[in-house]
């Protein structure tokens, strides 16, 4: 009893705060120790920074993407004005890349190109994420028959050769920039459903969703909130790599003549007129070809980085 | 065994039953009518036509037709030329694109794969940068524009092979070698990622532990095991073969069936394009059940997974 008050008694009058100094010796160091804890993404921005091929890619990426949307609008031609004074020019000041058999700007022409390939690319790489998402999640989620059919489904478009597709897809719905979207992305999802499919398959077991799904979660929020976010590296590496495989798909088709309808340029188009007059011109297939060459080089090395960046496995 | 393949032959039988039917409403779903390119054509020429390809009757009249026709070998004939069939396209082109394809893929997947190989074992070495150099190069550039430019410097400018054609052996090296280009830059990085790959596998530890020289353990225990992606590859690749490379055969101007292809497209000769697009996937489907096969055979694992 009297011990108690004692204390009391001491801790009200003689234990102020200046008596004692804080001992943080012990755990302030073992914290500094770490490294401040990095996100996932934080991670792997810092890698794909760290990448100096990478990066350079995604710079030169942006330049064109940047003179593909400004170039047309500030340049003294029009992609599509005939000049008949100004035939199969050589490239010189007044035309960069010199002129066409109409007369027409080259350098101009590139980079309206650059945006019909680059918006096809773009769209279809957009649409192939979004379609195979769903198709992949919904096959590799709810499994059984479902999952039997719908990629036997898959097995079948697959089997008819992707150009074969394209072709036939651009005879009924006539050439233009929306059938070459459609026909290069009717089969370009399947690669990404596959790939999906398989994420949630190996996901769908593990520890979290099936905590989520105790405490009542529901289908659709386990794939979106769960699964589609941790499969999101080899989504984004596979979209990244569909957007070269889009612009070789286009130039292919402009060049059996079954391109975007001129005037209209593309890469595609303006590689194909080049490459027919290479004996006489060879600055027409030069630049186009050039640009091509650049833009898809940039894009595979970014993705390659992206993967180095992304690949849980590749992590330290 | 047996069973595996007998399962898959089912499966490859009713791929190509839905192949079919697809390929036909798909045609079918292709607006205008066939006869109306010429104002001119009067309406009796028309029915006349029409009467002679068909077209004058329901669609799934047609529809049988066309499949009978199909199960006796009958691919059709072309809209645009009296006397040309699919079939005979095909026989006539089949035999040039397969040279040229066959000699494309056996060449670059040669070169490819000692390339990849040596750059593997080799790693960080100079093989091994120019293999990323390659590989990267050959998906950057498109095959039009590599054709159109070694038909350019080697048969133009410096005359060492013929320009187009295809009256001889000489004939065939350029495209050979355009189709082997992106080829080689396709092997060489799989084998080049499939080989580091097993590398790193515990049974190569075993191996070199157990006391085996590295030329055993690569001949022994690696190639084997890397070669395997390259075996599910050669599917696509030889469907790729037979239907013949559009491009190539279109810049050195080679008769084989890409080629016919193509101008059946420019002709919008759709029973043409029907034949073709049909025996096409045919052919692609065929060959991925032939590799199916082997690759049960090559890989054990694959039957038991099935």
Not at chain 2, 224 to 252: D, H, Q, W, Y
Not at chain 2, 259 to 264: E, H, K, R, V, W
Not at chain 2, 285 to 290: A, G, K
């Amino acid at each position: 009893m009297s011990e108690m008050t004692n204390t009391a008694a001491i801790d009200q009058a003689a234990l102020t705060d200046d008596l004692f100094t804080k001992d943080d010796s012990a755990y302030v160091d073992a914290d500094r120790m770490t490294r401040p804890s990095l996100s996932y993404w934080s991670d792997a921005w810092r890698r794909f920074r760290g990448n100096k091929v990478a990066m350079v890619s995604s710079i030169i990426l942006l330049i064109i993407i940047l003179m593909a949307i400004f170039q047309p609008m500030f340049s003294p031609y029009d992609y599509d004005t005939n000049d008949l004074f100004s035939i199969n020019q050589a490239p010189s000041a007044e035309h960069i890349f010199g002129t066409d058999d109409l007369g027409r700007d080259i350098f101009v022409r590139c980079w309206e190109g650059a945006r019909v390939s680059l918006a096809i690319a773009f769209v279809v790489a957009i649409l192939n994420g979004t379609i195979g998402i769903l198709y992949g999640g919904i096959a590799g989620y709810f499994g059984g028959a479902a999952d039997n059919i719908m990629m036997r489904f898959c097995e079948l478009i697959a089997s008819i050769p992707q150009m074969l597709w394209v072709v036939l897809l651009i005879l009924i719905m006539k050439p233009g920039v929306l059938p070459i979207i459609i026909a290069i992305a009717v089969t370009g999802w399947i690669g990404m459903a596959r790939l999906f499919r398989g994420q949630v398959f190996q996901l769908k077991e593990s520890e979290f969703v099936m905590a989520s799904r105790t405490m009542g979660a529901g289908s659709i929020w386990i794939i979106f909130k769960h699964l589609l976010p941790n499969a999101m590296s080899p989504i984004i590496i596979s979209m990244a790599n569909a957007i070269p495989g889009a612009i070789f798909s286009e130039a292919f088709l402009s060049y059996i003549g079954l391109g975007i309808p001129l005037p209209m340029a593309s890469w595609g188009v303006l590689a194909s007129n080049g490459a027919n007059k290479l004996l006489s011109y060879p600055y027409q297939l030069f630049f186009p070809a050039l640009l091509i060459c650049i833009t898809m080089l940039c894009f595979n090395l970014m993705g390659d980085g992206l993967r180095d960046a992304l690949d849980p496995r590749m992590r330290q | 065994m047996l069973r595996y393949t007998v399962k898959r032959f089912l499966s490859m039988l009713l791929t190509l039953f839905l192949v079919a039917t697809a390929t036909f409403f798909l045609m079918h779903a292709i607006p205008g009518q066939p006869f109306e390119i010429s104002r001119e054509t009067p309406e009796s020429v028309r029915e006349a036509l029409e009467k002679e390809y068909g077209l004058d009757q329901p669609v799934w009249k047609q529809y049988l037709t066309y499949m009978n026709n199909l199960l006796h070998g009958e691919f059709g004939t072309s809209m645009k030329y009296k006397g040309q069939t699919v079939a005979g396209e095909v026989t006539g082109g089949m035999p040039v694109s397969a040279i040229i394809g066959f000699g494309g893929v056996l060449v670059g997947c040669i070169i490819g794969s000692v390339l990849g190989s040596i750059a593997a074992l080799k790693n960080k070495g100079v093989v091994d940068y120019v293999v990323i150099i390659l590989a990267i190069l050959g998906v950057s550039v498109p095959n039009f524009v590599f054709g159109s430019l070694i038909q350019r410097y080697f048969a133009v400018e410096w005359s060492l092979f013929p320009i187009q054609g295809w009256r001889g052996w000489t004939y065939a090296i350029l495209p050979i070698a355009a189709a082997a280009f992106t080829n080689i830059a396709y092997y060489a990085r799989m084998l080049r990622t499939s080989m580091l790959d097993t590398m790193g596998q515990d049974y190569i530890y075993t191996a070199k532990s157990k006391g085996l020289t590295q030329g055993e353990i690569v001949r022994r225990h690696m190639l084997r095991n890397s070669f395997l992606p390259l075996v599910t590859s050669l599917g696509p690749m030889c469907a790729g073969v037979l239907t013949g490379n559009f491009v190539i055969e279109k810049i050195f101007n080679i008769p084989g069936i890409g080629q016919s292809m193509i101008l059946a497209i420019q002709n919008s000769d759709y029973t043409m394009i029907m034949g073709l697009t049909i025996i096409f996937s045919f052919i692609s489907i065929i060959c991925y059940f032939i590799v199916d096969i082997v690759y049960g055979l090559v890989d054990p694992r694959i039957r038991v997974a099935k």
